[in-house]
């Protein structure tokens, strides 16, 4: 693929993540009994946290959501979709951790894909990658004064983890890219999902 493809597709993710993460940050202060201003705090942080550490990580300054009104908007969206589902949401158990995992498998991937841009080696792609996928929630369970998920037994950096090493296996075999993507986000996704369905953790 075109390299200014792939640059636009990897946009396009990371907007789509970024919305993702911010309705999980909404919903979670929605939970909290916050009014539309902390929830569009949390929102905001969760959605861009990641990329603001993998910025400040790899030199890329100032980060993304400093410079692109796009990111507010988005978190202004999020808001508006948790308030407007407020019912629905509270009978959806454990809905944040759902939608945060359909953010983990989009942030790996652009993560991981920025990082090679800058001439990172694989093992660091993963690690830039895991950063981006897991430093928004980090941040939005702290807010919400919990134990963050991935400093937990769940499986949760692991799944992403597991992607970045098949995303590494893909490239490896010369698939498609649009393929690679969606590829590595499905198989985060599922694992964390499956995780959740099952009770599945990693041993003490």
């Known amino acids: 693929m075109d390299p200014i493809q792939v640059q636009g597709m990897l946009e396009y993710w990371d907007y789509l993540g970024t919305f993702v993460f911010c309705v999980s940050g909404a919903i979670a202060g929605r939970q909290h009994q916050m009014d539309w201003f902390g929830m569009f705090i949390v929102a905001l942080v969760t959605g861009t946290g990641g990329g603001l550490l993998r910025s400040i990580m790899l ?6 959501f400093l410079t692109n009104p796009a990111y507010f908007i988005l978190a202004v969206s999020a808001v508006m979709v948790a308030l407007h589902g407020t019912n629905s949401w ?5 809905i944040v951790s759902i939608i945060d995992a359909l953010g983990l498998g989009i942030f790996l991937v652009t993560g991981m894909r920025i990082a090679q841009s800058y001439g990172l080696a694989g ?3 993963i690690a830039i990658g895991v950063v981006s996928a897991t430093f928004g929630g980090l941040l939005r369970d702290v807010l919400r004064n919990e134990v963050p998920l991935v400093l937990r037994k769940e499986i949760y950096a692991t799944a992403c983890i597991i992607g970045g090493l098949a995303l590494l296996g893909f ?8 393929v690679s ?11 964390r999902l499956v995780a959740i369905h099952y009770a599945i953790n990693l041993p003490r």
């Not at 030199?59 to 993304?64: E, K, M, N, R, V």
């Not at 490239?171 to 649009?178: I, L, P, R």
């Not at 993507?181 to 694992?191: A, G, K, Y």
């Open 181 to 191: 993507l969606l590829l590595t986000s499905l198989i985060v996704v599922v694992i």
């Open 59 to 64: 030199g890329d300054l100032p980060p993304a």
């Open 90 to 94: 509270q009978k959806i158990t454990r």
């Open 123 to 125: 093992w660091a792609a």
């Open 171 to 178: 490239d490896y075999a010369n698939f498609n890219e649009t």
